[in-house]
């Protein structure tokens, strides 16, 4: 995690919806944070262990791999990195499940799709350590 509360995060974004990993690379990437994006479970799990992240935003529901698969992957490969999990559900899961069984796997919040900045921000300021900021507010 970054020293200071000022100091940029290092996320990436895992989503097989090109839209929604455009839109958190953009809102995040203009207040300061560096952001990768994956388009699936393996593309995440290639980047996660080539560099470091703060954070990882994950969707539940993707092909080539998982949130399911990706949440227990990363606590391996970076146990520091906070986790946030995305889901509007899927065929023959409810969205609230999804999210809950990404909480039973580790992730430090999740947030339901579909979501704004502010719902994502207070989901990323809830996974992060205290003191640790993200855009205009600093985790409790």
Do not use: Y
């Amino acid at each position: 995690m970054p020293a200071t509360a000022t100091a940029p995060l290092s996320i990436l974004v895992a989503d097989d919806e090109e839209g929604i990993r455009n839109l958190l690379a953009k809102w995040l990437g203009s207040r300061g944070h560096s952001v990768a994006c994956a388009e699936s479970g393996q593309n995440a799990l290639h980047l996660l262990n080539r560099q470091h992240f703060d954070v990882v935003i994950t969707d539940i529901m993707m092909p080539d791999g998982d949130g399911f698969e990706l949440i227990p992957a990363v606590r391996k490969a970076q146990p520091e990195a906070r986790i946030v999990a995305i889901s509007g559900g899927g065929q023959f899961i409810s969205s609230t499940d999804c999210l809950a069984l990404a909480r039973g796997l580790g992730a430090h919040a999740t947030v339901l799709k579909p979501f704004n900045w502010e719902q994502v921000r207070t989901g990323i300021a809830t996974a992060l350590p205290p003191g640790v900021e993200i855009g205009n507010a600093v985790a409790a």
